[in-house]
């Protein structure tokens, strides 16, 4: 293991390093700067993910980290670069607004609120060759998100949906080819009598045209919280539900 002498007071950084067993919650620096690194079994359970440690993230060459648990982590300031998550989970973890252009996750384990999250199959934003190792793919196969509560998070750029474990009914609800289960719903709703109710319906049908434009499937928690009202929305999800020809 590579560790550099910085001459910053705190600052600890470690070059294609393996890192294994160590609980940071307990460890005390000002920064860390790991470059090609490998984390194992390491706890980031309930660490605010801020200055301090985004880094551990960012570096160009990509951290691996393989049974790491960041449960109750708050992610919400910091984003996974690429980062590649193999068996780890981020139960309970803030992730409201986690940007994931290029990382990778396999096996891993989510619960709790997942809120305006984006995951991307593809790289986003770089081109593959300015990653390390270069890559056209983001690999993420076989998560589980069985326990968790997705809210406006999306999975785009070639994600497949039949390689993850996803919540389940009631609480959520998953199509396939949406936008034309959307569509076919908007006609129908054109034909309601009641003014406020048709309204509120095509806002509803509008923003998850918009918000899932870059998806063939949807998954997500059936009602929202305050968009649109309740009944409402059990109205639509019912006309989407409905066989396609």
Not at 70 to 90: Q, W
Not at 116 to 126: D, L, R, S
Not at 198 to 222: D, K
């Amino acid at each position: 293991m590579a560790v550099q002498d910085t001459g910053e007071e705190g600052l600890v950084s470690w070059e294609r390093a393996t890192i294994e067993g160590v609980d940071f919650r307990k460890a005390a620096f000002a920064e860390l700067r790991p470059s090609g690194c490998v984390f194992v079994r390491c706890d980031f359970s309930g660490l605010v993910f801020d200055a301090r440690l985004q880094p551990l993230f960012s570096k160009p060459n990509r951290s691996l980290f393989l049974d790491c648990r960041f449960d109750g982590a708050d992610l919400r300031k910091t984003f996974p670069g690429p980062s590649r998550f193999e068996r780890c989970s981020f139960d309970g973890a803030l992730l409201k607004g986690w940007i994931s252009s290029y990382a990778e996750f396999v096996d891993c384990h989510f619960a709790g609120r997942v809120e305006g999250a984006k995951f991307y199959g593809k790289p986003h934003g770089v081109t593959p060759a300015e990653l390390d190792p270069p890559r056209a793919v983001n690999e993420f196969q076989r998560n589980d998100f069985r326990d968790a509560v997705l809210v406006d998070t999306l999975f785009v750029h070639g994600i497949q949906f039949a390689k993850q474990l996803w919540p389940g009914e009631p609480d959520h609800v998953r199509f396939e080819r949406v936008h034309q289960r959307l569509q076919r719903a908007r006609v129908d709703v054109m034909q309601w009598p009641d003014s406020a109710e048709r309204t509120g319906a095509l806002e509803m049908i509008l923003r998850l045209s918009t918000l899932y434009q870059q998806q063939t499937e949807l998954v997500r928690v059936r009602h929202d919280g305050g968009h649109t009202d309740v009944a409402i929305q059990d109205r639509v999800w019912a006309l989407v539900a409905r066989p396609l020809i």
